[in-house]
C-alpha cells in the first residue's frame, strides 16, 4: 500500500522546503517535487506542513508511586502521545532486586499493549559489583542507557562514586547516563524540617528542593563525566543555573547534554500556591520566572538539546471518576497527599501537550524556530538515543512516522481535547494555532483529526544501539 502526501512544506532539524512524500509499506521511499505514483493513495497537503513523528524520551507510564500508579498506561499514555504527534516514546524501567532480566521482562509485559513505538531506559538505583558486571547485558536487550539519581535518599540514589563507576562502565560499552540532579542530602534535612514544623502545603514541595541542589549536580555530575571521559544527559532541567552549567561544561569540551520539559518554561512555584497547586507538584519542582526565561534562552541557543515531558499522570481527584474509552475510571492520585505535600504522588500530564504547546508559545511566538522545533523534538533524541535515521527524520529508508500539522487550525486546549488519562489539563484553556491533523506511525494512518485509528499491540519494541553525542 502506497501514500503520496502532495504539495506539503516538509520541516526537519535542519531545512524548509515544499516537496511530495511517498510512503511504501512501513517506510518513506522517495521525497521530491512533482512525484507520481500509479495506485497510490493521494493526500493534498496543501497549506500543511509535516514534521517527523515526535520522540518523547522521558516517560513514566504504569509507574508504582506512593501505594497508587501513574494513571496512563503503556496504551493510554501512547494513544495520548500519539494526538499530541509523537510516535516514540521511552520509558524508564524500575530496577528490582532480582536484577535487570526479571524488571526489562516485567516492563515488557507491561507494554504488551503500546499502541505507538517504544523503547526503554534503565534505572540504576542499585549499584554493586554484580551489577557493575551485568550492565553491559542491557545492550543485549536493545537497552543504552542509565538513569542515575543525586536525590532520593535510600530509595534510588547511588552515591557519588558509584555514579563515576557507572559512567566508567557507559564509556567503555557504548551506552550513556542520563542523571536526574538534585541535592537528596539538602533535601532529607528540608523535609524533615518542614514536617517538624507544619509546613504540609504544596508550595514546600518545592522550598524543600532548591534549585541550588540541582545547579550544584549538574555540574557535579558533568565534572564526574568528565574524569570518566564519559557522555552524560541531564533529564529534566528545571533550573537557570543548571543551563549555565551545562553551557560552563560544554564550553570546556565536557561531553554533557540537556532536556528541558514544557512545565520548567511555564509554571512557576507560583502554580503551587494555588488552591490545586498539587496538579503541579512533580520532581524536580517548578522554579521562577527567572529560570523559565534561561530555559528557553537555553534552547534558543542550543545549549539544550531535547525537550521531553517527565509525563506521569496522576489524577488530581481520584475518588471522582472520568469517563475513558466509554469506561468509568478512577485511581488514587494527588487527594492522597491532601495534608500532607510529601504524599502526593510527583508527576504530571504532558506526552500529549508536548508538541502543540510548544509549536504556539515556542515556534510561533518567536521563541525557537520551526527546525529547532523538529531538532528539540524528534531529530536530535534519535540521534542521542541510537534510533537516527530510523526515526527522528524526513529522509528515504526512514520508518514513515509523519506528522501532518494544520497551521491554522485554532483550538481551546485543555483535558476536554488531551487523551491523557486524568482529569486535568495544566494548559486549561490556552489558545493554540496550529495542530496535529493527520499522525501515521510507520505508514499506517493511526491518527485522523479527531478519529483514533491506532490499537493496542501495534507499537514495536525498539532495540537501541550507540548514541551521538551532540
Ligand atoms: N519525577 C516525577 O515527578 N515523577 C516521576 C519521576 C520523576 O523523576
Ligand atoms: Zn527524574
Ligand atoms: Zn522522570
Known amino acids: 500500500m502506497a501514500t503520496l502526501i502532495k504539495n506539503a512544506a516538509l520541516i526537519t532539524a535542519s531545512e524548509t522546503f515544499e516537496a511530495d512524500l511517498l510512503i511504501e509499506g512501513e517506510t518513506i521511499s522517495l521525497i521530491g517535487k512533482n512525484l507520481q505514483r500509479p495506485g497510490a493513495q493521494i493526500i493534498d497537503a496543501s497549506g500543511k506542513f509535516i514534521t517527523p513523528g515526535g520522540i518523547d524520551p522521558h516517560t513514566h507510564f504504569d509507574l508504582p508511586m506512593f501505594g497508587t500508579v501513574s494513571s496512563d498506561d503503556h496504551y493510554t499514555g501512547h494513544k495520548a502521545a500519539a494526538f499530541g504527534g509523537t510516535t516514540t516514546v521511552m520509558d524508564f524501567v524500575v530496577l528490582e ?94 523535609v524533615t524540617d518542614a514536617l517538624m514544623t507544619d509546613h504540609l502545603t504544596p508550595e514546600w514541595h518545592a522550598l524543600t528542593r532548591p534549585a541550588w541542589g540541582a545547579v550544584e549536580s549538574t555540574l557535579r555530575v558533568a565534572g564526574m563525566a568528565s574524569a570518566a571521559d564519559a557522555a552524560v544527559y541531564i533529564v529534566h532541567m528545571n533550573a537557570g543555573g543548571e543551563v549555565d552549567m551545562l553551557r560552563y561544561a560544554r564550553e570546556r569540551g565536557v561531553k554533557v547534554m540537556g532536556e528541558t520539559c514544557p512545565q520548567y518554561l511555564f509554571f512557576t512555584i507560583d502554580h503551587l500556591r494555588r488552591p490545586d497547586g498539587a496538579k ?7 522554579r521562577t520566572e527567572a529560570d523559565n526565561a534561561r530555559l528557553w534562552q537555553g534552547l534558543a541557543d542550543g545549549t539544550i538539546q531535547t525537550v521531553g515531558t517527565d509525563h506521569c499522570p496522576f489524577f488530581f481527584d481520584g475518588t471522582r471518576p472520568i469517563v475513558y474509552e466509554g469506561r468509568e ?32 508559545y515556542g515556534v510561533r511566538a518567536g521563541r525557537i524556530t520551526a527546525n529547532q522545533f523538529v531538532a528539540y523534538m524528534s531529530t536530535n533524541p534519535a540521534k542521542i538515543f541510537g534510533l537516527y535515521p530510523r526515526k527522528g527524520a524526513l529522509l528515504p529508508g526512514s520508518d514513515a512516522d509523519l506528522v501532518i500539522w494544520d497551521p491554522e487550525k485554532k483550538v481551546k486546549y485543555g483535558v476536554a481535547m488531551s487523551h491523557h488519562r486524568t482529569d486535568y489539563n495544566l494548559y486549561e484553556g490556552w489558545e493554540l494555532t496550529g495542530y496535529p491533523e493527520k499522525v501515521f506511525l510507520r505508514g499506517q494512518l493511526i491518527v485522523d483529526g479527531e478519529q483514533w485509528l491506532g490499537k493496542a499491540g501495534d507499537g514495536q519494541f525498539l532495540k537501541r544501539g550507540e548514541g551521538r553525542v551532540l
Open 97 to 190: 532486586d532480582k536484577g535487570f532480566r526479571y524488571s526489562v521482562d516485567l516492563w515488557m509485559e507491561k507494554a504488551e499493549k503500546a499502541a505507538i513505538d517504544y523503547s526503554f531506559h534503565m534505572n540504576l538505583t542499585q549499584f554493586n559489583e554484580k551489577i557493575a558486571k551485568e550492565i553491559p547485558s542491557l545492550r543485549g536487550m536493545g537497552i543504552t542507557t542509565l538513569k542515575v539519581f543525586t536525590a532520593y535518599n535510600g530509595r534510588l540514589r547511588i552515591d557519588d562514586g558509584s555514579i563515576f563507576k557507572a559512567l566508567r562502565i557507559a564509556k567503555e560499552n557504548g551506552m550513556l547516563v542520563m542523571a536526574h540532579c538534585e541535592n537528596g542530602d539538602v533535601i532529607e534535612t528540608l
Open 280 to 286: 503541579w507538584i512533580c520532581s524536580p519542582p517548578m
Open 329 to 360: 475510571v478512577a485511581i488514587p492520585g494527588k487527594e492522597l497527599g491532601a495534608d500532607d505535600f510529601t504524599k502526593i504522588p510527583n508527576g504530571l500530564p504532558g506526552v500529549q501537550d508536548r508538541m502543540p504547546i510548544l509549536w504556539t
